[in-house]
């Protein structure tokens, strides 16, 4: 699995945050198996100690996945095996594009990678031609301006993205801005 696309589903774009990472987890390890803080410490890189509070949360979340469909897990002990479900949506990601996004710390931004690559794996399964921000955000349960930062991470970090306005005519020397078209690259070639 070392340079396959890792699969992630659109059906898993529009889960939290929280909910999200832990897939997103799967889709680049495959499957996983340790402990809470060993989960913990794969989603936030730089912590140390994981807090009794921070392991409860992340139990619930597995829990809840699990509920929804998303994944299945056992426990020998306080060790979990966890998997992910497949869904009927799949949207291939090049391994080099999670970890450009999970070691990078954007210059342009104040962003979660995590919401980098919703709004990335959002445009990728997108069949508009025109969509606006407010669209994104609503699809993505973020706010607009997530996406903003967002896709401005997207395009100046990465080009990842290509972006183009769409107006209409409204007068003589008046238009109104009615979207943009949205577009993925294969931005992972330059990572």
Known sequence: ?????????????????????????????????????????????????VQTKQRARLKESIEELSRL???????TGRTYHISPVPQKQPIPVPPEAITALRNHRYSSENVAWEQVLKVYLWICHNQKST????????????????VISAKNVLEA????????NVSEKIGDDSFRTLGQELAATAWWNNV
């Open 1 to 49: 699995m070392m340079n396959q696309p890792r699969t992630f589903y659109a059906e898993w774009i529009p889960l939290d945050k929280r909910l999200f990472r832990i897939l997103g987890m799967l889709a680049d390890l495959g499957e996983f198996q340790g402990n809470l803080s060993d989960i913990y410490r794969y989603l936030v890189l730089e912590v140390q100690n």
């Open 131 to 146: 969509v606006t921000n407010d669209m994104i955000a609503a699809d993505l349960h973020i706010s607009v301006s997530t």
């Open 69 to 75: 469909g998303f994944l299945t897990y056992q426990m």
């Open 157 to 164: 970090e990465y080009n990842a993205i290509t972006r183009k």
